[in-house]
């Protein structure tokens, strides 16, 4: 039986980015997504809902994350679905949690510049950085283009 698990979002940070380290040097970013959602009722009147979704990064992703973003910043992101299992220390119940380990993401626009957006933390004469996980293709060649008829 085929797999898959793949998730793209897009938002908003509803909090700056919590930024911690592994003992062996490893950086983690904990981030938390607002992902809304606008549609109009049989009567015509217009609804919002807000899916909060909770985001880890590791490595120079996570770094990245912690250096150019902050509550509010937009955010389009790739990554799977993790679910954490554990017993709540206080009532002996068994707990979980589903959360995204980020694969991959893109900065959406300027932010809010009043503020001190990450417009104003990253250079305006490049494109703000995407950053990947780090794979076995990466030192591999992009492919050439070949004149293929489709």
Do not use: H
Not at 53 to 58: I, L, W
């Amino acid at each position: 039986m085929a797999n898959f698990n793949k998730v793209i979002l897009a938002g908003n940070l509803t909090r700056d980015p919590e930024l911690r380290y592994t003992p062996k040097g490893m950086a983690i970013a904990k981030i938390t997504l607002a992902v809304n959602r606008t549609w109009r009722n049989e009567a015509g009147e217009s609804k919002e809902e807000v899916t909060f979704v909770d985001v880890d990064s590791f490595g120079r992703q996570a770094e990245t994350i912690g250096q150019y973003l902050k509550k509010g910043s937009p955010l389009l992101l790739e990554g799977r679905l993790k679910l954490d299992q554990w017993d709540d220390k206080q009532t002996g119940q068994k707990r979980s949690r589903l959360g995204v380990i980020c694969e991959s993401f893109q900065f959406l626009g300027t932010g809010n510049r009043s503020e001190g957006g990450p417009s104003e933390a990253a250079p305006r004469s490049r494109p703000a950085p995407a950053a990947k996980n780090e794979s076995p293709d990466a030192d591999m060649p992009p492919p050439e283009d070949d004149d293929v008829p489709f």
